[in-house]
């Protein structure tokens, strides 16, 4: 049973534009989120996170949106750049129970093309 | 880089055997999580221990065993091996108990044949 699921393997995104990954859960006791960013050859970077107090994360190129009545959260890169390639993980806990316990979804492999 | 060291960085062994990965965290982090990659699933946690003692259990199979020693490093055993085991071993390490960011090491690729 998955919880966390990126049901895009793949994105392709032009240098500049928009890339927006997206993420589903099942457990509505998860209440708070993470990306993460893997590199081939490399162990996963964390890049932004989330409370499922708030809707929406910004942080420089990177924001994350939160609808937690849809149990579906995006991670928007603007503009996208080439360095961004990598495979994007979404992750989820819950807090009060599992702290530090993550639950990833399978991954989204991003290329910009330049 | 991490900081977070894991070796070996690629193991080939045999069904039925055992092997140890180790990791050493980040200089001061407290905390060590232990994750599989397999081909075919995302990234599984399997344990996490803080200052020695363990904090989380996951889907870990019993033929797994871990532990975290007085300097903090970790050691993942996993015995009677199977096929299925083949995978990448992420450690990863944070400074307390709860931290949303996670440093996670360059990973082990154990294969199994």
């Known amino acids: 049973d998955q919880q966390v699921k990126q049901n895009s393997p793949s994105l392709s995104v032009q240098e500049g534009r928009i890339s927006i990954l997206n993420c589903d859960y099942t457990?509505?006791?998860?209440?708070?989120f993470l990306w993460y960013k893997k590199y081939p050859a490399e162990g996963p970077t964390f890049l932004i996170s989330i409370s499922s107090i708030k809707d929406k994360n910004e942080d420089g190129r990177f924001t994350v949106f939160l609808n937690k009545s849809a149990k579906h959260l995006s991670l928007h890169i603007v503009p996208s750049q080439p360095g961004d390639s990598a495979v994007y993980f979404c992750a989820a806990t819950d807090l009060n129970n599992a702290g530090n316990m993550l639950t990833f979804g399978g991954g989204t492999r991003l290329m910009v093309k330049p | 880089d991490s900081g977070v060291t894991q070796t070996p960085k690629h193991l080939i062994t045999a069904t039925g055997q055992r092997v140890t990965l180790r990791c050493s965290p980040r200089?001061?982090?407290?905390?060590v999580y232990w994750y599989q990659q397999s081909l075919d699933q995302g990234l599984q946690f399997l344990i996490h221990y803080y200052n020695g003692e363990e904090r989380a259990k996951g889907n870990i199979l019993e033929r797994f065993s871990a532990q975290q020693f007085p300097d903090l490093h970790s050691e993942l055993n996993l015995s009677s091996l199977e096929l299925g085991d083949s995978a990448l071993y992420f450690c990863?390490?944070?400074?307390?108990?709860?931290?949303?960011?996670?440093?996670f090491g360059p990973g082990t690729r154990l294969t199994v044949l």
């Open positions: 200089s001061g982090d407290l905390s």
């Open positions: 457990n509505s006791m998860f209440d708070y």
């Open positions: 990863a390490s944070s400074p307390g108990l709860w931290s949303d960011e996670q440093f």
